[in-house]
């Protein structure tokens, strides 16, 4: 499990880097994973080491780890102009062409981009464009922002304060007031014994409802949601949820934010993750899959009616307050328009279902005789495994034990990246995967997870 605590990586990492999401004394104990090198697919670490990356990375390396196109449009484009910005009426040409190509491909007819630099940024803005919309049409009372327990929408206050997450607000004193959570959709955990999807979904929006009028329907700004949920442990919803949710938000004209940060570019097997679940939003966030992470671009994609409200807002003379150094940053914006590029050529869209099914296959083939897996779910590329004490009951593990962090240590050592999420086992690799990685990651999964059930069985997790 050790990448090499010996390094003098290892040794300047540990003294001076302060990592995110890492337990500082289990990384002094055990060493940083060095990851020194991306060969499609796959990364190698250190000590020459490969790993299949089933999680591309952070739900991002959509095309693996070391495309040259990639690095070439970078190179190109920083020989011609490495930087300008969109403050004060300027643009350049990479930014604007991809503006109008992301409303294309979004479906937001009408529509305009508005481009940051992360899927947090991305997120706040929407919160900002949903204050102002509202504000503009003389209901400036309409704040409250609504999303869900087990959400995850990025780490800065106000998207660390609509994530669902204890981890995200223990610490800081999140959420923000204003920053409320309704029910996950989580057929598996939420849907009640004898309950059908139907009824569930009822229950849903009914749950969503009330608390919109508990709260006030003048005092709610917007839902926010991402199409599948990816980091609170891979949670389709159920069948006609976003229908029957986007019922009751038009009755209380409360906005639906779509946060695609993860589903987007292909991963559910469709463009958007919103086709895949029947989403219609006033605004959508892009990120991650936008440049398969190659460049720290990200994006939100009004509707018509937010931009209205914008520009109508500003016709005063004021100006949208608000913006990034970085955002509409020219390389960015042609890593992104050669990433989409790829996208199309490989056509990305028809393979992720493709693969996806075999993939799905394959989990489901390896999953099926465990003694501790209990559900497996999932779209498209992006799929989770849940552990559990007890399969016929759906009894959780106690969370002490961490099995989930165990099987993915297991399959670590293997060579294979999972990521877990509580005891949920995450798989979400690079769109570009083929049959040869289906099994290899099938494979090296059937190896830890037969290695935890012995742990487990033998007690010593
Ligand atoms: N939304 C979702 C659904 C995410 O999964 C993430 C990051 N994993 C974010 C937003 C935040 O993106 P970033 O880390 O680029 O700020």
């Not at 959509?62 to 969109?86: D, I, K, P, V």
């Not at 038009?250 to 463009?271: H, M, P, Q, S």
């Amino acid at each position: 499990m050790l990448s090499n605590t010996q390094s003098e990586t290892n040794a300047t990492d540990l003294a001076y880097h302060l990592h995110s999401q890492t337990n500082p004394q289990a990384l002094s104990r055990e060493g940083a994973y060095i990851v020194v090198k991306g060969d499609g697919t796959h990364v190698i670490d250190e000590n020459g080491k490969r790993y299949i990356d089933a999680m591309a990375g952070l739900w991002c390396a959509s095309l693996g780890f070391n495309n040259q196109r990639l690095g070439r449009a970078a190179a190109t484009q920083y020989e011609e102009l490495g930087y300008y910005h969109s403050f004060y009426g300027r643009t350049n040409p990479k930014a604007a062409n991809l503006s109008k190509k992301l409303v294309e491909l979004t479906g937001m007819a009408g529509g305009k981009t508005f481009f940051v630099t992360s899927g947090s940024e991305a997120n706040e803005t929407m919160v900002k464009l949903a204050w102002l919309y509202h504000a503009s049409r003389g209901k400036p009372t309409k704040r409250k922002i609504i999303a869900r327990d087990r959400a995850f929408h990025g780490s800065t206050i106000v998207a660390g304060s609509m994530c669902g997450l204890e981890m995200m607000h223990r610490e800081f004193g999140l959420p923000l007031p204003g920053f409320i959570h309704t029910l996950c959709p989580n057929n598996y955990r939420v849907r009640l014994p004898g309950e059908s999807e139907a009824e569930f979904v009822s229950r849903l929006a009914g749950e969503l409802e009330r608390m919109i009028l508990r709260e006030g329907p003048d005092t709610i700004a917007a839902f926010i949601a991402e199409p599948v949920i990816a980091g609170g442990g891979i949670i389709p919803p159920p069948a006609g949820y976003f229908e029957a949710v986007q019922k009751v938000l038009a009755k209380y004209d409360i906005l639906c934010l779509d946060d695609e940060v993860v589903c987007g570019f292909g991963r559910t097997g469709n463009w958007f993750g919103r086709e895949t679940v029947g989403m219609t939003p006033d605004m959508m966030s892009l990120a991650k899959g936008i440049t398969s992470s190659y460049f720290p671009l990200a994006a939100v994609v009004v509707s018509p009616k937010i931009l209205e409200a914008v520009e109508r807002y500003n016709e005063s003379g004021t100006s949208f307050g608000h913006g990034f150094t970085n955002a509409a940053h020219p390389v960015g914006a042609a890593v992104a328009a050669e990433t989409i590029a790829i996208y199309e050529e490989l056509d990305i869209v028809p393979h992720v279902r493709k693969i996806g099914a075999r993939l799905h296959q394959k989990l489901a083939e390896v999953t099926k005789d465990s003694p501790i897996v209990g559900n497996l779910r999932g779209v498209g590329l992006m799929y989770g495994v849940e552990l559990v004490e007890d399969p016929s009951t759906g009894t959780p593990f106690a969370p002490a034990r961490q099995i989930g962090a165990r099987l993915a240590a297991i399959a670590y050592e293997n060579g294979l990246v999972v990521r877990a999420m509580r005891d949920t086992v995450g798989f979400c690799p690079p769109l570009i995967i083929d049959d040869n990685d289906v099994e290899e990651i099938g494979a090296k999964l059937q190896k830890a997870l037969r290695e935890t059930e012995k742990a487990v069985q033998a007690k010593s997790i």
